[in-house]
């Protein structure tokens, strides 16, 4: 199994460029996230999917939107980058619904946008 | 709104020494999470927490939980330099949604 997969690894953008971010999971799981990582920040949620056919805001939903393509797949899209979108960004997904309920995380993307 | 707060943001500490982790949260969590990260790569899962009084070990990692205090302690045991990484905290407001706190950038020094 390969988990969590995000493309691109890295990507540099311009200021207004547009550009989507992939992810997907092979765990079967129901639930999927997007997470930014900002220096001394930790991570901050961006979207989340609960399960197929939903998504919900996060606490920094401003500038993305995001596609639940299906049960694997979980997108996220910046329309009109700028830079205070730089950061680093994760995917995860979980089973959903359970007590232990664990996200496990992919290996990121790390954004750059001039 | 919840919160989570770390302490220390840095630890630097020598092998062989004993050290703690702390981790506060502002608001009534369901269960409390321990993650570590190596520079340049993603989150590893460590701990779930889900109850008060519940302490978990693997190796020199204990983690606790006091939620009266809202409190979880990551205690690490006799420092090895395999252990220098970011360790994460997270507690989950609603069903499923984790707010995390800072990161504490541990450093093993042989």
């Known amino acids: 199994n390969a988990g969590v997969t995000q493309t691109p690894k890295f990507q540099v953008l311009k200021t207004g460029q547009s550009m989507t971010l992939q992810c997907a999971q092979d765990m079967n799981h129901n639930s999927m996230y997007w997470y930014r990582q900002d220096p001394g920040m930790g991570l901050r949620l961006i979207y989340y999917s609960a399960s197929e056919g939903t998504t919900d805001k996060g606490e920094v939903p401003n500038g993305y939107n995001v596609s639940r393509l299906n049960k694997r797949e979980f997108s996220l899209r910046l329309e009109s980058a700028a830079p205070s979108q730089t950061s680093v960004y994760f995917c995860?997904?979980?089973?959903?619904?359970?007590?232990?309920?664990?996200?496990?995380f992919g290996p990121g993307t790390r954004l750059t946008v001039l | 709104e919840l919160k989570v707060e770390q302490n220390p943001l840095f630890l630097s500490m020598q092998e062989g020494k004993n050290y703690t982790i702390y981790c506060n949260y502002s608001?009534?969590?369901?269960?409390l999470y321990w993650y570590r990260q190596d520079p340049g790569k993603s989150l590893e899962s460590l701990f779930v927490?889900?109850?008060?009084?519940a302490v978990k070990q693997e190796g020199r990692l204990m983690a606790s939980l006091d939620t009266k205090a809202r409190l979880s302690t990551l205690h690490i045991t006799a420092a090895v330099h395999d252990l220098s990484a970011t360790y994460f905290c997270a507690a989950v407001q609603g069903a499923q949604k984790l707010v995390f706190g800072q990161g504490t950038r541990l450093t093993i020094n042989p």
């Open positions: 927490l889900l109850s008060n009084g």
């Open positions: 608001t009534t969590s369901d269960r």
């Open positions: 995860a997904s979980s089973i959903g619904g359970r007590a232990t309920d664990t996200q496990y």
